[in-house]
T-cell receptor
Framework: GAVVSQHPSRVICKSGTSVKIECRSL??????MFWYRQFPKKSLMLMAT?????????EQGVEKDKFLINHASLTLSTLTVTSAHPEDSSFYIC???????????FGPGTRLLVL | GQSLEQPSEVTAVEGAIVQINCTYQ??????LSWYQQHDGGAPTFLSY????GLEETGRFSSFLSRSDSYGYLLLQELQMKDSASYFC??????????????FGAGTRLAVHP
């Protein structure tokens, strides 16, 4: 079946540093990828939609300069949390939509802890 | 605005049948999806309904009524491993000409022996 990978799976960083998270679709092309954030026992909140070759579309309330998204190829999107603070600690999940199907596949998530 | 309502918790015993309901109110609607998520894991796709009616996939079935803005996930022959959170998600249009998934708050299902 379709597989989406994320790297790293877990990261701890100091406040003020930047963290990059990679999302890859391994066996299909994804013109559209999505970045979600999930707090413990809560729902997935869509942060932004990443479109290959164009600018990301951010949801209301999400800071574009804080969460930089790049979708440079049909199989890779990156999310960079800039100048991370403890309140940015969360579970970040990417999702890739198979261009030829009506199905969205989720990555395993990245757990970010900012000290 | 966009909102999805589903029960926060459901408890059942092994072998039983459980139905998790979802009502939605969104700006635009393409279809209703269901995802399963175990603690600490990523959501896994269960089903997608774009048209009214019942879709069956093994022990899981999903139903949609577009006129009622309502759907449900039916889990039969419950097993302990089915204990997880279940999310309904609406596929709706987004700015820029694409579409996106909007998730409900999730229903935690606990299956007991």
């Amino acid at each position: 079946g379709a597989v989406v990978s994320q790297h790293p799976s877990r990261v701890i960083c100091k406040s003020g540093t930047s963290v990059k998270i990679e999302c890859r679709s391994l066996d299909f092309q994804a013109t559209t990828m999505f970045w979600y954030r999930q707090f413990p026992k809560k729902s997935l909140m869509l942060m932004a939609t990443s479109n290959e070759g164009s600018k990301a579309t951010y949801e209301q309330g999400v800071e574009k300069d804080k969460f930089l998204i790049n979708h440079a190829s049909l199989t890779l999107s990156t999310l960079t949390v800039t100048s991370a603070h403890p309140e940015d600690s969360s579970f970040y999940i990417c999702s890739a939509r198979d261009t030829h199907r009506e199905t969205q596949y989720f990555g395993p998530g990245t757990r970010l802890l900012v000290l | 605005g966009q909102s999805l309502e589903q029960p926060s918790e459901v408890t059942a015993v092994e072998g039983a049948i459980v139905q998790i309901n979802c009502t939605y109110q969104t700006s635009g609607f393409y279809g209703l999806s269901w995802y399963q998520q175990h603690d600490g894991g990523a959501p896994t796709f269960l089903s997608y309904n774009a048209l009214d009616g019942l879709e069956e996939t093994g022990r899981f079935s999903s139903f949609l009524s577009r006129s009622d803005s309502y759907g449900y996930l039916l889990l039969q022959e419950l097993q302990m491993k089915d204990s997880a959170s279940y999310f309904c998600a609406v596929r709706a249009p987004s700015s820029g000409g694409y579409n996106k998934l909007i998730f409900g708050a999730g229903t935690r299902l606990a299956v007991h022996p």
